[in-house]
């Protein structure tokens, strides 16, 4: 089954406006990005529009091109300040140091679950995404116990996802960008987050596995996914790239937003 995630991120925001009509004011939302990368600014305004969808206002502080550590920080406490919730864009410029920027978000306000600290309230949106996946077409108990290979470790998908999967009784493997691939073909779920265009193909897997790509590149000017789209025809679940994960995942931010809220 390949997996529409534009149609159950659509659920999700029905669900969210349903919340948020009950509610005397809608949250807000605050972003810093690097003012001079057209990646970050992109993903920014994807987020803005799920945010006009919604009727949550943002605010944006667009860092200068020569932003050190220090006014990246000062930027992320202002809009705190200002908002509900905040992320912090990836990438931040080259002067910057990204994981003390990330420290310095207050946890209640860390929607992205991204803080270089221990603990968080919410999960990070994309391991959220795989979390509502599997619960809507496996059920809550599908994980315990199943083999589950990550590829990757980054913040976003590798190392959070790979945590979660523990947490829900997994057996859990983690292989790094460049490792042997050869563990997928004994894994009853992979999780794909290495940004290597196709580099996973059906024969390394096994009949049935449920494959959950979070891999995103650009390649030949379109946005690629870490597994061939023939993987499809094993998988008993595929989550294509694009349309796959992503579009949960933004919705999930939303979720995390209003979560985070309601904590207070």
């Known amino acids: ?12 925001k029905n669900q969210l406006r349903s919340e948020l009509a009950i509610w005397p004011h809608p949250p807000t939302l605050g972003f810093v990005r690097s003012g001079d990368d057209l990646v970050a600014k992109k993903f920014v305004g994807m987020k803005a529009k799920t945010a006009a969808e919604l009727g949550i206002p943002i605010v944006e502080f667009a860092l200068p091109k020569d932003a050190d550590t220090e ?33 310095s978000l207050p946890i209640e306000k860390d929607v992205d679950a991204m803080g270089a600290r221990s603990g968080t309230l919410v999960l990070t949106p994309v391991v959220g995404a795989i979390a509502h996946i599997l619960d809507v077409y496996k059920g809550q108990s599908f994980v315990q116990g199943k083999k589950v290979v990550v590829v990757g470790q980054g913040k976003l998908v590798g190392a959070p996802a790979a945590a979660w999967f523990k947490t829900q009784g997994a057996e859990v493997s983690i292989l790094a960008r ?13 999780v794909l987050g290495a940004g290597v265009p196709g580099m996973v193909t ?8 449920v494959l959950l790509d979070a891999g995103t590149s650009e390649a030949g000017g379109t946005l690629k996914g870490d597994a061939d789209p023939s993987c499809a025809d094993v998988a008993s679940l595929y989550t ?14 939303f979720k995390n937003l209003l979560a985070l809220v309601g904590k207070k």
Do not use: H, S, Y
Request: aromatic share 2%.
């Open 240 to 253: 294509p790239v694009p349309g796959g994960i992503g579009p949960v995942a933004v919705a999930m931010i």
């Open 202 to 209: 059906p024969e390394m897997l096994k009949p049935g596995v």
């Open 1 to 12: 089954m390949i997996i529409n995630g534009t149609t159950l991120a659509k659920d999700i």
């Open 71 to 103: 006014a990246a920080i000062a930027a992320v406490r202002e809009v705190a300040v200002k908002t509900d919730g905040v992320i912090v864009q990836m990438p931040l410029g080259p002067a910057i140091d990204a994981v003390k920027v990330l420290e």
């Open 178 to 190: 460049g490792d042997d691939l050869g563990l997928l073909t004994f894994a009853d779920i992979v």
